[in-house]
């Protein structure tokens, strides 16, 4: 396992949500409802809006975005405790030591994370094994 920094996204780091999501779409198609071509042509300022839809963490390592868990919190009175899980991603040259793990469970303490998994083949296994680590 390798020492990955797991923290919040906010404001601030528009721009590596920006990169790490857009290096998910093209690495990973497959794994998103969105594609790359459509998402690199949107502003700015549409990036910054789902960072303030959404709880997003990124896994850094020395300073450098390498992977990304959003989480969707509910917001009605009696489900403000509940996440919903919308994507997670770790570079390729990064898997297996552990970073999806980590951003898994990077949700605050007292949210439940609901998952309703609709996992394609090749990420069955990667989320076994996060989950089960």
């Not at 790359?36 to 303030?52: G, I, Q, T, V």
């Amino acid at each position: 396992m390798i020492k990955a920094q797991i923290r919040r996204l906010g404001a601030a780091d528009v721009q590596d949500f920006r990169e790490i999501r857009l290096s998910a779409l093209k690495k990973a198609p497959e794994m998103f409802g969105s594609v790359y071509e459509h998402e690199e042509k949107k502003p700015m300022e549409a990036f910054a809006e789902r960072l303030r839809d959404a709880v997003a963490f990124g896994a850094y390592i020395d300073g450098e975005i390498i992977g990304l868990s959003v989480f969707k919190q509910e917001d009605g009175p009696k489900d403000a405790h509940k996440a919903h899980l919308s994507g997670v991603f770790v570079e390729p040259e990064q898997r297996g030591r552990g970073v999806a793990g980590m951003l898994l469970r990077a949700l605050p303490a007292g949210l439940l994370l609901v998952m309703i998994l609709a996992v394609t083949a090749c990420a069955y296994p990667c989320f076994d094994h996060a989950l089960t680590k």
